[in-house]
């Protein structure tokens, strides 16, 4: 008995036995073989017996079918040992084996059965794979062309970026001698060039005009089809068109791109060699590539509106924060304000001096805050110079020791005096050393606190650390995972939430490293690690933007009806 064993896809495994004298379907359909296969049509090709031999005819199905790595287009016989492919399915058409006793093996005798070694395969892991009809170099062209894509898409995150990689890539894979992409924001708009590509970089400024047939561009953007024109001058659907005539386009190929009901604009190559055409199958390809290149448009384009949207909410988020806590420090300024008012309206200066007290911190507060989100929101580079690091903590020091003297809060120093000046900016690194000083403080208890400051200097690898530790109640596990986000702080009404953050950007603005390392009761220590060698460092800040040339995409021109040419 006849029987048909799928080899490959989705019911790979399944054998199906043939009636001697019913015809049998392969496809979808209630009445055909079941097969899984989604890639095949309801009712793809048709199985029939005649006198004992079968025969396979395609049901004009969308896929088609192969018999042996050829198309059928017509009845065409079967053999045993024949491969059927219909979508991703692979049949063998054989009969069923009799089961045979152990070692019922007979190596026939030389003349009994004649064969020719047609093929060899080495036994490697290559070996492994499933032997099926040798695939046809279009084929390997659409996979290799088709995982290119695939992998450029998920790849580029910007529209014209995007754009450009896929035209080279079309330029690179079909031979073709220019080609170029026009875009069309709305149904309304001219269709505009956003690239344009020569395969041979034109000798002369004339020749890097390519003109675009209005008659081609124009079928392809009402119709919403890929048109083909192996000889644009004999192709009775361009007739009417005088530009086609009039440029003389030998072989040209014109897709949409486009996605649903979209259409972002047209991909174009032609080529002008006499002896070469494009072909249908070629067609369809740059067909999928048009429709890849507009999903991956309409991704790009949804990317954009979601960062758009989290801006906004960034944004949000952030003005509430800052709303906050300024209302928060101008709550404190106007209680000492209104001391103050009383203490003057009664004489009492010590009530004004109280007062005065409440109003000099929220001042100092609120310029704290302005400095940090400033340092928060600038985009630059360090602005590295030579500098003296035990002269800038001890400048530091002094700045912050009225501070710790009101609190009776020990300021324990340990700066390693005989460093080398290391290349830092001092401005940042005040900044950021400053806000670690203020925390410690505000985390060590009054009257009974201390906070230890220290700096050494690392010979190899050139690097300075720099130490600040508070015996403070410690900071949770928990709080711990949210120390550097903006805006989140562990002090209640009297943080800002942006000093750890701007000093982590300031450190790693150098290329450092900050550490945390703290237990509930025990204190907290943060480490700044910064590097001082000169390949280390980041680059100092540039003043100017990158350039830009003007000239990257040639103009694009109209031919005598108005059509752009590029």
């Given amino acids: 008995m006849l029987i048909l064993t799928v080899l490959q896809g989705p019911d790979k495994g399944r054998r199906f036995r043939l009636p001697d004298h019913e015809p049998q379907l392969i496809g979808r359909s209630s009445e055909a073989l079941p097969l899984a296969d989604q890639t095949i049509s309801r009712r793809h090709s048709e199985l029939t017996p005649d006198d004992g031999r079968w025969f396979i005819n395609d049901l004009e199905s969308a896929n088609g079918t192969f018999v042996n790595g050829q198309r059928v287009s017509e009845r065409r016989q079967l053999k045993p040992g024949d491969q059927i492919r219909t979508g991703m399915t692979l049949l063998l058409f054989g009969q069923e084996l009799t089961p045979t006793r152990p070692h019922g093996v007979r190596v026939a005798k030389q003349g009994e059965i004649d064969s020719v070694v047609e093929k060899t395969v080495a036994s490697n892991d290559d070996s492994m794979i499933m032997a099926v009809p040798e695939p046809s170099e279009a084929a390997v062209l659409q996979l290799r062309v088709i995982y290119e894509l695939t992998q450029l898409i998920g790849a580029v995150e910007d529209r014209q970026t995007l754009l450009e990689k896929v035209m080279d890539l079309v330029l690179e894979n079909f031979q073709a001698d220019r080609g170029f992409i026009l875009q069309q924001e709305t149904p309304t708009d001219r269709p505009e060039p956003v690239v344009v590509r020569h395969k041979v970089k034109p000798k002369n400024k004339q020749d890097h005009r390519i003109t675009v047939s209005r008659t081609i561009v124009q079928h392809v953007m009402r119709q919403r089809e890929g048109v083909l024109s192996s000889n644009a001058m004999t192709d009775t659907r361009f007739a009417s068109g ?325």
Avoid at 333 to 347: H, I, N, S
């Fill in 242 to 566: 005088e530009s086609v005539q009039a440029y003389g386009i030998r072989s040209a190929m014109c897709v949409p791109i486009q996605v649903k009901n979209r259409l972002f604009g047209v991909l174009y190559i032609d080529s002008q060699v006499a002896n070469y055409t494009y072909t249908e199958d070629q067609l369809r390809l740059l067909t999928a590539i048009g429709v890849q290149t507009a999903m991956a448009v309409a991704n790009v384009e949804l990317y954009a509106e979601r960062v758009s949207r989290e801006r906004l909410a960034a944004v949000g988020e952030t003005v509430a924060s800052l709303s906050h806590s300024t209302k928060n420090i101008l709550q404190g300024m106007r209680g000492g304000a209104d001391l103050v008012e009383l203490g003057l309206k009664k004489q009492n200066m010590k009530v004004v001096q109280s007062g005065w007290d409440i109003v000099a911190r929220n001042l100092d507060r609120i310029f704290s805050l302005t400095l940090n989100m400033l340092a928060y929101s600038k985009q630059r580079k360090p602005e590295v110079e030579m500098t003296s690091l035990p002269k800038l903590l001890e400048e530091i020091v002094t700045l912050v020791q009225r501070q710790f003297d009101a609190k009776q809060v020990a300021l324990i120093t340990d700066i390693e005096l005989d460093m080398p000046p290391v290349p830092i900016d001092p401005s940042g690194v005040h900044q950021a050393v400053l806000n670690l000083l203020q925390n410690a403080l505000d985390a060590a208890p009054a009257k009974v606190g201390a906070v230890s400051f220290a700096s050494e200097y690392q010979a190899s690898p050139q690097a300075v650390r720099i130490r600040v530790g508070d015996n403070g109640p410690g900071i949770e596990p928990d709080q711990q995972r949210r120390l550097f986000q903006p805006f989140y702080s562990t002090k209640g009404l009297r943080g800002t939430g942006l000093g750890l953050v701007v000093t982590k950007k300031i450190v790693e603005e150098h290329g450092g490293t900050i550490q945390l390392d703290s237990k509930p009761g025990e204190g907290t220590t943060f480490t700044i690690e910064l590097p001082c060698s000169a390949a280390a460092m980041p680059a100092s800040a540039e003043t100017h933007g990158p350039e830009t040339d003007s000239s990257a995409t040639n103009g694009v021109a109209s031919d005598e009806t108005g059509t752009p040419e590029a």
